[in-house]
């Protein structure tokens, strides 16, 4: 039977990622809460004031560069008096985050671009990789998240422990809480992501939570990736043996591929036969490898309300070739069997600790409102008009160790409410596009790039 | 002779060929897949050419005498495409301030004149006089002529090339307009080859991108860029590893280029030149309204915002051994 109250259960399953002690308004915006996404308008304005004007004062108060930024924008935290003022906090853009050094400087730039206190680091050797800063921080317990667009610069986001658990606290509730007619916590789950165990990169990071919401986690990527590793994959090589990397992981890709389509398909049939709940979270691309398989060998199941399907980071299924939503609900559909309120898309992105979801109703990607807040901006940087589309920003309440006040690559359209399901809040159009011009990015695509032998 | 080819750039360098060859596949497969669609397009070109009009200006007369920088250092030489020897480029070099003016105000002004008269338009490589002649080219074309002027002037200048991804406007006005292209870029994510041109003044080499006149960045809404102004970041961003310092373009560049727009994809060549003319015209007419300068200060104001630096402050608990 599917779980009756959503925060008590996972607050129990997920008890590591609660502070022993909530008292920080960003906290209390989080943890308090009974639901993200049903709150009436009031008390979620009420959390999200709380949680914002907090972050904002704490960035102010502990990070030089971006004291800067503020001044530079004349404002300052007692500016910010009520919602309507949230549009005076400054927006960094999200290329800010592709702007780095290298070598120790790398390092250097990290420590600066932190709002917590930076733990010990040892970096060793005079020129360090970033795999090796990256590496040097995780010892100290900082989770350098990073992903990449097609162009090959890295972006880079430092999350201290604090900032990182109640990132995963928060993924772990937006995603349930949308599929909470179908969450049982005896469920198995295949992630159609990298192991979060043996990268950084943000999408496989990001779902490590997956391990503590289900019993049993089986990983379609389950190799080391690093920031080298990625960008290679993204075509960019610096020298001879880079250049032979590229053709070994191309080469080894082909196999990969057939044994992870294989795994799949075993585990689909797996699953069936034991009458199990099930749910793949990840990238579609790879589920639909698994969907095609599964239509040249004529089978299809009938999983019905036992399956779940959440996926993240795009929709390019091939180098120039995107998957339609509704088209890919529809496979899922006519070959798990799995209806489509229980198939649901998930917004995310490595600058923020917001995880927007799809409403089973109506597919519209709904807001966790009480810790998140999204602006929609046109080209001067004015929030547009409900209806309208424009530049999707953000104002993380949540994130503690870096400025989480960001304008970004994507284009969306806003509505003010739902106009599927009852939820309040306004909403965001089911399906998020780049921004022409905007190096294509996308979790996905990164996973594609990957593993595709193309 | 193999070291002055290799200095020269007249042998392709690795990172380019490696850039030429990762484009071409993604290309070539867009053609395959297309076929009835490109042979229609270039049929359609036969009918509807573009008429990007005549040069808006005349090229000096050469006369017997005007001094021109014959020296063979390096960046000051003729190289690939790049004659400053040339009659017609010595004459221009002459009429725009060499041996006249202060170096800057020599390069200020064939800057401008590179940028404000030859329009951006995707047609084969060819010579830098060509160009002129023409008052067309590509962003090749233009720095080649910019470089050659400069260094007929007797100063160093080089080109700084490189792939990159561009910004929306010009996303729509270049890529978007031609399917094929499109696919292409979106493939790749990016554009195969831009790049800007480096001028040596004052013991320092100066970035100079005449590639849009000003009534195509103000279609585009983009600041006119002046002498030193660099675009990355402003309106394009260039792919990780692929940036190259050349004296010189090498043999073969244009090889591939020049059968793809004069003849493969010919008539989504067309497409792209009228798209961009369009965008002039309704540029001028912006430009026209607001004044050049008042139209700059004010976007120019809007570009300032864009990436906040850090100061890299040494931070105690980080140890390096």
Same mark, same amino acid.
């Given at each position: 039977?599917?779980?009756?109250?959503v925060?008590?259960?996972?607050?129990?399953?997920?008890?590591?990622?609660?502070p022993?002690?909530?008292?920080?308004?960003?906290?209390?915006?989080?943890? +308090?809460?009974?639901?993200?996404?049903?709150?009436p308008?009031?008390?979620?304005?009420?959390?999200?004031?709380?949680a914002?004007?907090?972050?904002?004062?704490?960035?102010?108060?502990?990070?030089?560069?971006?004291?800067?930024?503020?001044?530079?924008?004349?404002?300052?935290?007692?500016?910010?008096?009520?919602?309507?003022?949230?549009?005076?906090? &400054?927006?960094?853009?999200?290329?800010?985050?592709?702007?780095?050094?290298?070598?120790?400087?790398?390092?250097?730039?990290?420590?600066?671009?932190?709002?917590?206190e930076?733990?010990?680091?040892?970096?060793?050797?005079?020129?360090?990789?970033?795999?090796?800063?990256?590496?040097?921080?995780?010892?100290?317990?900082?989770?350098?998240?990073?992903?990449?667009?097609?162009?090959?610069?890295?972006?880079?986001? &430092?999350?201290?422990a604090?900032?990182y658990?109640?990132?995963?606290?928060?993924?772990?509730?937006?995603?349930? +809480?949308?599929?909470?007619?179908?969450?049982?916590?005896?469920?198995?789950?295949?992630?159609?992501?990298?192991?979060?165990?043996?990268?950084?990169?943000?999408?496989?990071?990001v $779902?490590?939570?997956?391990?503590?919401?289900?019993?049993?986690?089986?990983?379609?990527?389950?190799?080391?990736?690093? $920031?080298?590793?990625?960008?290679?994959?993204?075509g960019?090589?610096?020298?001879?043996?880079?250049?032979?990397?590229?053709?070994?992981?191309?080469?080894?890709?082909?196999?990969?591929?057939e044994?992870?389509v294989?795994r799949?398909v075993?585990w689909i049939? #797996?699953?069936?036969?034991?009458?199990?709940?099930?749910l793949?979270?990840?990238?579609?691309?790879?589920?639909?490898?698994?969907?095609?398989?599964?239509e040249? #060998?004529?089978?299809?199941?009938?999983?019905?309300?036992?399956?779940?399907?959440?996926?993240?980071?795009?929709?390019?299924i091939?180098?120039?070739?995107?998957?339609?939503?509704?088209?890919?609900?529809?496979?899922?559909?006519?070959?798990?069997?799995?209806?489509?309120?229980?198939?649901?898309?998930?917004?995310?992105?490595?600058?923020?600790?917001?995880?927007?979801v799809?409403?089973p109703?109506?597919?519209y990607?709904?807001?966790?409102?009480?810790?998140?807040?999204?602006r929609?901006?046109?080209?001067?940087?004015?929030?547009?008009?409900?209806?309208?589309?424009?530049?999707?920003?953000?104002?993380?309440?949540?994130?503690?160790?870096?400025?989480g006040?960001?304008s970004?690559?994507?284009?969306?359209?806003?509505? +003010?409410?739902?106009?599927a399901?009852?939820?309040?809040?306004p909403v965001?159009?089911p399906?998020?596009?780049?921004?022409?011009? +905007?190096?294509?990015?996308?979790?996905?695509?990164?996973?594609?790039?990957?593993?595709?032998?193309? | 002779?193999?070291r002055? !080819?290799?200095?020269?750039?007249?042998?392709?360098p690795?990172?380019?060929?490696?850039?030429?060859?990762?484009a071409?596949?993604s290309?070539?497969?867009?053609l395959?897949?297309?076929?009835?669609?490109?042979?229609?397009?270039?049929?359609?070109?036969?009918?509807?050419?573009?008429?990007l009009?005549?040069?808006? %200006?005349?090229?000096?007369? %050469?006369?017997?005498?005007?001094? %021109?920088?014959?020296?063979?250092?390096?960046?000051?030489?003729?190289?690939?495409?790049?004659?400053?020897?040339?009659?017609?480029?010595?004459?221009? =070099?002459?009429?725009?301030?060499?041996?006249?003016?202060?170096?800057?105000?020599?390069?200020?002004?064939?800057?401008?004149?590179?940028?404000?008269?030859?329009?951006?338009?995707?047609?084969?490589?060819?010579?830098?006089?060509?160009?002129?002649?023409?008052? /067309?080219?590509?962003?090749?074309?233009?720095?080649?002529?910019?470089?050659?002027?400069?260094?007929?002037?007797?100063?160093?200048?080089?080109y @700084?090339?490189?792939s990159? =991804?561009?910004?929306?406007?010009?996303y729509?006005?270049?890529?978007?307009?031609?399917?094929?292209?499109?696919?292409?870029?979106?493939?790749?994510?990016?554009?195969?080859?831009?790049?800007?041109?480096?001028?040596?003044?004052?013991?320092?080499?100066?970035?100079?991108?005449?590639?849009? /006149?000003p009534?195509y960045?103000?279609a585009?809404?983009?600041?006119? =860029?002046?002498?030193?102004?660099?675009?990355?970041?402003? !309106?394009n %961003?260039?792919?990780?590893?692929?940036?190259?310092?050349?004296?010189?373009?090498?043999?073969?560049?244009?090889? =591939?280029?020049?059968? *793809?727009?004069?003849?493969?994809?010919?008539?989504?060549r067309? @497409?792209?030149?009228?798209?961009?003319?369009?965008?002039?015209?309704?540029?001028?007419?912006?430009?026209?309204?607001?004044?050049?300068?008042?139209?700059?200060?004010?976007?120019?104001?809007?570009?300032?915002? @864009?990436?906040?630096?850090?100061?890299?402050?040494?931070?105690?608990? *980080?140890?390096?051994?």
């Amino acid at each position: 039977m599917p779980v009756e109250n959503v925060k008590e259960t996972l607050d129990e399953i997920l008890h590591d990622y609660i502070p022993s002690s909530i008292s920080t308004p960003s906290e209390k915006a989080l943890y +308090e809460p009974d639901t993200f996404y049903g709150l009436p308008q009031k008390k979620a304005d009420e959390y999200r004031y709380g949680a914002i004007k907090y972050a904002f004062r704490h960035h102010y108060e502990n990070n030089r560069f971006y004291r800067e930024v503020c001044r530079e924008n004349g404002v300052t935290p007692d500016d910010i008096r009520s919602i309507d003022d949230f549009s005076r906090i &400054p927006l960094i853009t999200h290329k800010f985050f592709k702007d780095y050094p290298s070598g120790r400087d790398f390092a250097v730039w990290l420590a600066n671009l932190m709002s917590t206190e930076v733990p010990k680091v040892v970096i060793k050797g005079k020129n360090p990789s970033f795999d090796d800063v990256i590496d040097a921080f995780a010892e100290a317990g900082v989770v350098v998240a990073f992903s990449s667009g097609t162009t090959g610069k890295f972006t880079f986001i &430092p999350r201290d422990a604090w900032t990182y658990k109640m990132g995963q606290y928060a993924i772990g509730r937006s995603a349930i +809480e949308m599929l909470k007619h179908w969450y049982e916590p005896d469920a198995s789950g295949f992630l159609l992501f990298p192991n979060p165990k043996k990268t950084n990169i943000y999408v496989g990071k990001v $779902t490590n939570v997956m391990y503590d919401l289900v019993k049993d986690v089986q990983v379609a990527i389950d190799r080391e990736i690093t $920031t080298q590793i990625l960008r290679i994959s993204m075509g960019v090589t610096f020298n001879f043996k880079e250049k032979m990397m590229s053709k070994m992981i191309k080469a080894a890709s082909k196999k990969m591929n057939e044994d992870m389509v294989k795994r799949m398909v075993n585990w689909i049939d #797996e699953m069936y036969k034991k009458g199990e709940r099930i749910l793949f979270a990840g990238a579609p691309f790879i589920l639909n490898m698994a969907l095609d398989r599964l239509e040249e #060998e004529g089978k299809s199941y009938d999983f019905g309300e036992r399956g779940a399907v959440l996926t993240g980071g795009g929709w390019k299924i091939h180098e120039d070739k995107r998957l339609p939503v509704e088209v890919f609900r529809e496979r899922v559909g006519k070959i798990l069997g799995i209806p489509p309120e229980n198939c649901l898309d998930l917004y995310a992105m490595v600058e923020s600790n917001g995880f927007l979801v799809h409403c089973p109703e109506g597919h519209y990607f709904h807001i966790p409102q009480n810790y998140f807040h999204v602006r929609v901006i046109d080209d001067d940087g004015e929030d547009v008009a409900y209806g309208e589309e424009g530049r999707f920003a953000f104002l993380d309440g949540i994130a503690m160790s870096y400025p989480g006040f960001i304008s970004t690559g994507d284009k969306v359209k806003i509505h +003010e409410r739902c106009p599927a399901c009852g939820r309040e809040g306004p909403v965001l159009e089911p399906e998020v596009e780049r921004i022409k011009g +905007e190096e294509i990015r996308g979790c996905a695509e990164e996973m594609r790039r990957i593993i595709m032998e193309e | 002779m193999f070291r002055e !080819w290799r200095e020269k750039g007249y042998i392709m360098p690795a990172r380019m060929l490696r850039v030429t060859m990762g484009a071409l596949p993604s290309l070539i497969k867009v053609l395959l897949r297309h076929p009835v669609y490109v042979m229609k397009s270039n049929l359609a070109a036969r009918k509807n050419a573009v008429d990007l009009g005549r040069p808006s %200006y005349e090229i000096p007369e %050469y006369v017997e005498g005007m001094p %021109y920088c014959k020296s063979n250092e390096r960046y000051l030489r003729p190289t690939h495409l790049c004659n400053p020897h040339a009659k017609e480029i010595i004459a221009l =070099a002459n009429h725009l301030g060499a041996y006249k003016l202060p170096d800057w105000e020599f390069a200020e002004n064939v800057f401008n004149f590179v940028k404000k008269n030859i329009k951006l338009a995707f047609v084969g490589m060819d010579r830098e006089v060509d160009t002129l002649r023409r008052g /067309t080219g590509t962003c090749v074309h233009q720095l080649s002529l910019f470089a050659a002027l400069c260094r007929a002037g007797g100063l160093k200048a080089r080109y @700084k090339l490189y792939s990159l =991804a561009l910004v929306e406007p010009l996303y729509e006005n270049m890529i978007e307009v031609s399917p094929i292209m499109k696919s292409w870029y979106d493939a790749l994510g990016s554009f195969m080859l831009h790049g800007t041109a480096e001028v040596y003044i004052d013991g320092e080499w100066v970035v100079a991108d005449p590639t849009f /006149t000003p009534e195509y960045e103000a279609a585009m809404g983009l600041p006119l =860029a002046k002498l030193g102004d660099d675009p990355m970041g402003i !309106w394009n %961003y260039p792919l990780e590893g692929t940036v190259m310092l050349l004296e010189g373009l090498p043999y073969g560049v244009g090889v =591939a280029w020049n059968f *793809l727009v004069n003849f493969l994809a010919k008539g989504e060549r067309i @497409k792209i030149d009228r798209s961009m003319n369009e965008a002039r015209k309704k540029g001028r007419e912006i430009l026209d309204e607001m004044g050049e300068e008042e139209y700059d200060a004010s976007v120019r104001a809007k570009y300032e915002a @864009k990436i906040p630096k850090i100061t890299l402050e040494k931070v105690p608990n *980080l140890v390096f051994e």
